[in-house]
């Protein structure tokens, strides 16, 4: 028998490998499935199973393309529909691998049809249960992704239930392989190991503590910020289906001459620009938006972006198709070029270009005590209320698609985050949208108060 958890930072998602006797299943793949069939060949096992924990919100899988390329069966659990062919496991139902078994937990409470995977081992003890978005290493599934078919309560009740009746009665020792780690918005605060055992999550995590069910829902649904709108429309194309990897890829790929690009931009595509902020900010295209693959950077560009938003792309040479690969993982599927030869193809052809004024703390304490400049802070509601510049605007990144035209584009704007990731997104989204007046704080709220010339304040209310 052979694990492999195959862990994508910039996600917090884990996929897994596992392999028996020449079998091979594929839990929770993502939508660049090559992986996992390179990794088979490498290993000389064919790939069975593609085991599905549940409808992921934030990222498509790639289970239909693998099942294509290689003839495995995709299984959900109970209650699943598709418009796709799947194996619908029963609760309890047996799936042998080469030599393993595993046994299907179905555990609503993330969703309707969640479920967790136990692994048995050849003598039939049990060894590792995959738990998908149901339990997290310190934490469990939000129950607020239905968009209302189902309310949170009534899902958080579900999985008070699963826990308790699925997960909590296995041995101590069974090694907890969740879907996502830190950093992931399907749980509230989820810890920063990516796998643990039972004994050890039933001591330490808040939601496996001994409480009644009523506590558990108030628990759960109690300070959950909203899911980003690209979750259910990813659960969409997870449930109906999507166009192929490949076909998303070639299109998002194509060489795009600087006057092909101008047509698309005349077209209505937006720019997304992939290069790192201390690089964007000296030189872009007009309209472009900055999220740098230095960070959470499909993430942030499905949450602050529409996914079915044409998109144009300007890379650095030769991280073109990780650009591209990225966007396709949450769900952009028109993608429909990148600049040829990059930035430098632009300056070339002697185009206009647009910067974005970066200042340092010091700069930045100087604005806010002699001029007019309104501090933007852009950080997450736990970040805010923790610790922020007194006066300061509260505009979090993940709302501002909607809320800058609250903002005035005549004013000045001294926008920062924590450390400057996304202070750079928030200052080239807006002079996308013809504010001209933005700066830039390099290294955010920590360089800040580093400095430490300015009144803070504090109000410890709400949570990330």
Request: glycine share 14%; charged share 20%; no cysteine.
């Given at each position: 028998m052979y694990i492999e958890q195959l862990y994508t930072n910039c996600l917090a998602q884990a996929a897994y490998y596992i392999e028996s006797n020449g079998e091979a299943a594929i839990i929770d793949p993502l939508r660049d499935y090559?992986?996992?069939?390179?990794?088979?060949?490498?290993?000389?096992?064919?790939i069975k199973y593609i085991f599905e924990t549940h409808f992921h919100a934030d990222f498509v899988s790639g289970h239909i393309d693998l099942s294509k390329q290689t003839g495995?069966?995709?299984i959900y659990g109970p209650s699943t529909k598709t418009n796709y062919a799947v194996h619908v496991a029963q609760d309890g139902e047996r799936i042998l691998l080469g030599d393993v078994w595993f046994t299907v937990l179905h555990t609503p409470g993330h969703t309707p049809e969640s479920s967790c995977y136990l692994l048995q081992d050849t003598d039939g003890n049990p060894y590792a249960v995959f738990t998908g978005d149901t339990l997290f290493v310190g934490d469990v599934g939000r129950p607020d992704l239905l968009d209302g078919l189902i309310t949170k309560e009534e899902l958080a009740s579900m999985m008070y239930d699963s826990l308790r009746n699925k997960l909590m009665v296995l041995p101590d020792n069974v090694i907890v392989y969740p879907a996502h780690g830190a950093g992931s918005a399907c749980g509230k605060n989820i810890g920063k190991e990516t796998h643990s055992t039972i004994g050890e999550q039933k001591q330490n995590n808040y939601a496996l503590q001994p409480m009644t069910k009523e506590l558990f829902v108030k628990t759960l649904t109690d300070g959950i910020q909203p899911a980003p709108a690209y979750f259910f429309k990813d659960a969409a194309l997870n449930k109906q289906g999507y166009a192929t990897f490949e076909e998303v890829l070639n299109s998002g790929l194509r060489k795009l001459s600087v006057a092909d690009f101008e047509k698309e931009i005349k077209a209505g595509a937006t720019i997304i620009d992939t290069r790192i902020p201390d690089v964007f900010e000296n030189g872009f295209i007009p309209g472009?938006?900055?999220?740098?693959?230095?960070?959470?950077?499909?993430?942030?560009?499905?949450t602050v972006l529409d996914i079915n938003t044409p998109i144009i792309l300007v890379a650095e040479p030769g991280k073109e198709q990780e650009s591209v690969e990225r966007l396709t993982r949450v769900g952009f599927e028109h993608l429909l070029g990148c600049l040829n030869g990059g930035f430098e193809a632009w300056l070339d052809a002697e185009k206009r270009y647009d910067m974005v004024i970066s200042i340092d703390a010091e700069e930045f304490t100087l604005d806010v005590k002699h001029s007019d400049a309104i501090v933007l802070d852009v950080r997450k509601p736990g970040e805010f209320n923790d610790l922020h510049v007194e006066k300061a605007i509260f505009q979090p990144l993940d709302k501002l698609n909607n809320d800058y035209k609250n903002l005035s584009p005549e004013k000045e704007y001294l926008i920062h985050c924590a450390g400057g990731y996304r202070s750079m997104?928030?200052?080239?989204?807006?002079?996308?949208?013809?504010f001209k007046n933005v700066k830039n704080v390099w290294?955010?709220?920590?360089?800040i108060k580093e400095f430490n010339q300015l009144p803070f304040v504090?109000?410890?209310?709400?949570q990330n």
């Open positions: 090559e992986t996992y069939i390179n990794k088979a060949k490498q290993r000389g096992a064919k495995a069966t995709i472009s938006i900055n999220f740098g693959l230095n960070g959470q950077y499909a993430i942030w560009a499905a997104i928030a200052a080239s989204f807006l002079k996308a949208k013809g290294g955010g709220f920590a360089k504090s109000e410890k209310v709400g």
